[in-house]
């Protein structure tokens, strides 16, 4: 490779500002008529894509998967499943996405495999204590004939982390049993996820996001958890948790990025890692290893005014410490919709509200002012905005999917003690009638509910008010006010104002009070109307220039 792949000061690095647009292919739109989203329909709406203007797509897991877990269950990293298409269809699509300016994320699943992969298909059929089981972590049981698993691990989707063979022996599963968990001190293992990176450099995406980045080591030793571990798994945690957050995930990283360096063009990793602690955090973004981090604090964050400059202002300090951009997300396919997150009491559980929770303490029009000012907020900040596809049209959860649609292996997993992430991954509406509101020419795989169609692209296109006018308008003043630095000065306005000035001169105030605000200078945008005498009302969000 060329040796300005390398020189970090020719590289492009475009992530540090950008705003990524989240495919859930899936979801998004249909072009062959079997009622599963495909690269033929995205393809399709690239032109949509383009007129938003986002500078990426990040498209979930689209390889071969028995889609045990909507596709994180990957039988084969070099191919498409057909569901979605071809490998040349999928060729074409990042063609054609950068001939109109769009760049193209793929999702690299490390931590597991599907059971469907060869790799555990051999393990299963071979001997015990063959080689190819090392692939994995098989091992053996614990108490009389080994009928224990071997530690007290649990899954994350509910239930033991361990499945037993017929052969008496266990295998380490943290999410569903279909997704065995790999070895990440087999060398095979290393040297097999380099080549799927450079697989998929080659074909000229953009880089990856790369899924449960906090998985992959376990401790070798294998404890058991205790119970404070295995409650706390993937959140606060202590340090040397057996399976999350460990110290020797850095070297694989290291190992990766050098893969990713040898190409030209600005190629980025963004790690998917649930890993509160920033000190924690800004480990992964050392100048060798990732370029960005998800950042899930504000998506967690109860809707005031000081829970959210806290985790701002902490957010840049330790991520700037580090040089690393933040990246800001208030939705995507695994959590609960923030116009009906936020259209909660602060406080409640949304996760457990989804499952049974009382549906008459849910706002949904204050959870929409809510959330486009969330997202005016979050396109002001310096650093680079993932979008999760749908929350352009505010879109909000399916609450009330029916319990024998659900497609999630949360909800069985769980013993139905929670309902899961389906009512966030309901098909896109596109037109404002027609059986699956232009989705496709089938029933969708999951069903539409009838309020999405005056919520569609078309029902809003052209419409002032809207809220995919107002994240296109954002986009377009974002492009042209507050990607020129990476500086953000704090003004005081009051306890229940959050306002900041970007380095443009661009000043964005929220109002998270209960009264309207005053405020000076030209509006630029604003995420709900303005009160009669020009003032901000609560929950809302401006722009001044
Ligand atoms: C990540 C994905 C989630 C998936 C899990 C297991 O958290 O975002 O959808 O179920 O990893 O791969």
């Known amino acids: 490779m ?17 705003v990524v647009y989240q495919v859930y292919i899936r979801s998004f739109a249909d072009g062959n008529g079997d009622g599963t989203g495909d690269i033929a329909g995205l393809r399709s709406r690239l032109p949509f894509l383009r007129d938003l203007g986002v500078d990426a797509i990040w498209i979930n897991p689209w390889y071969r998967s028995p889609l045990a877990d909507g596709g994180y269950d990957v039988a084969d990293y070099r191919d498409i499943d057909p569901q979605y298409g071809t490998l040349d269809q999928a060729e074409a699509l990042i063609t054609e996405a950068h001939e109109h300016g769009i760049k193209v994320i793929g999702d690299l699943v490390p931590n597991h495999t599907s059971d469907q992969h060869v790799w555990f298909a051999e393990a299963v059929a071979a001997p015990i204590g063959d080689p190819s089981r090392e692939r994995y972590h098989i091992r053996p049981g614990t108490g009389p004939d080994g009928a224990e698993p071997p530690t007290d691990w649990r899954s994350v989707f509910g239930g033991p982390a361990w499945t037993r063979l017929d052969d008496g022996e266990w295998y380490l599963h943290l999410f569903a049993p279909e997704q065995p968990d790999l070895n990440w001190d087999h060398p095979e293992v290393r040297s097999e996820f380099c080549d799927v990176l450079r697989f998929w450099m080659e074909r000229d995406l953009d880089g990856f ?14 404890p058991d958890a205790n119970e404070a ?44 890692a649930w890993v509160p602690r920033p000190e924690r955090l800004a480990l992964y973004l050392r100048p060798d ?27 840049l300090e330790v991520q700037g410490g580090v040089g690393a951009a933040p990246t800001w997300v208030m939705s995507n396919h695994d959590v609960v919709r923030h116009p009906t997150r936020l259209g909660l009491p602060n406080g409640t559980d949304w996760r457990a509200w989804l499952l049974d929770g009382d549906r ?22 310096p650093g680079g905005t993932y979008l999760y596809q749908g929350e352009e049209l505010g879109l909000p959860e399916v609450h009330d999917l029916p319990t024998d649609v659900l497609d999630d292996p ?13 009512g966030c991954r ?18 969708p795989w999951l069903p539409m509910p009838d309020s999405f169609g005056p919520l569609s692209v078309d029902a809003q296109r052209g419409d002032s008010d809207s809220t995919l006018t107002l994240y296109t308008e954002a ?37 998270f009070g209960t009264e309207p605000i005053a405020l000076d200078g030209e509006v630029l945008l604003a995420s709900g109307p303005l009160t009669a005498d020009g003032g901000l009302p609560t929950d809302t969000t401006v722009w001044l220039g």
Request: net charge negative.
């Open 2 to 18: 060329t040796s300005s792949a390398t020189d970090s000061s020719t590289v492009d690095r475009w992530w540090r500002t950008a």
């Open 209 to 222: 996001r790369v899924d449960v980045a906090h998985g992959l080591v376990k401790d070798p030793t294998f």
């Open 229 to 272: 571990q295995r409650l706390l798994a993937g959140s606060e945690g202590r340090e040397n948790h057996p399976f999350w957050d460990r110290d020797g995930i850095h070297p694989i990283v290291r190992e990766w990025r050098a893969v990713l360096d040898e190409y030209p063009g600005g190629r980025m990793l963004v790690a998917e």
């Open 289 to 315: 290893e990732y370029h960005q981090s998800f950042n899930f604090n504000l998506l967690e964050a109860a809707w005031e005014a000081g829970d959210y400059r806290r985790i701002i202002a902490e957010t």
């Open 360 to 381: 008459s303490i849910l706002d949904a029009e204050a959870g929409l002012a809510r959330a486009r000012a969330a997202t005016m907020l979050t396109l002001a900040l």
């Open 410 to 422: 949360v909800w069985e997993r769980s013993d139905h003690q929670a309902k899961g992430r389906d």
């Open 426 to 443: 309901v098909p896109l509406p596109w037109t404002t009638d027609g059986p699956s509101f232009g989705f496709g020419d089938a029933e």
């Open 475 to 511: 986009l377009r003043v974002r492009r042209e006010h507050l990607v020129t630095d990476e500086a953000l000065t704090w003004l005081d306005l009051g306890d229940d104002v959050l306002a900041f000035e970007r380095g443009s001169g661009v000043r964005c105030v929220v109002n």
